[in-house]
């Protein structure tokens, strides 16, 4: 049980970092705490490790976390619904587009 709680606050530890990196701010700090959490929950076997099988969870589990933020930071109007709308006016992550940059794709 000792063993389980260190490994536990390691990974709080390793979660939290980010947030310590670069003043990340309260979301950067929220989410540290809820990927712990998440961690938690796909440590099946509550060895405060992950296998490969509980590792693939905890991803899923983060990638569905994120998809709900940023769903949630698109509808402005917080009626469970995103309009193109929303969509132009919502924050976008400042990193650009997945092609290298904010330009339209090519090839259309």
């Given at each position: 049980m000792a063993l389980?709680?260190?490994?536990?606050?390691?990974?709080?530890?390793?979660?939290?970092a980010p947030a310590f990196a670069g003043g990340g701010g309260a979301f950067r700090q929220q989410f540290a705490q809820e990927?712990?959490?998440?961690?938690?929950?796909?440590d099946a076997d509550g060895d405060g490790a992950l296998t490969p099988?509980?590792?693939q969870t905890f991803i899923q589990l983060v990638k569905q976390a994120r998809m709900q933020?940023?769903?949630a930071k698109a509808d402005?109007?917080?009626?469970?619904?995103?309009t193109p709308a929303?969509?132009?006016?919502?924050?976008?992550h400042g990193r650009g587009c997945h092609r290298g940059g904010?330009?339209?794709?090519?090839?259309q």
């Open positions: 389980r709680n260190w490994m536990l606050a390691g990974a709080l530890a390793l979660a939290a990927r712990a959490a998440l961690f938690a929950q796909a099988a509980e590792f933020h940023r769903f402005a109007n917080g009626d469970g619904k995103v929303e969509l132009e006016a919502a924050p976008h904010d330009e339209a794709p090519t090839g």
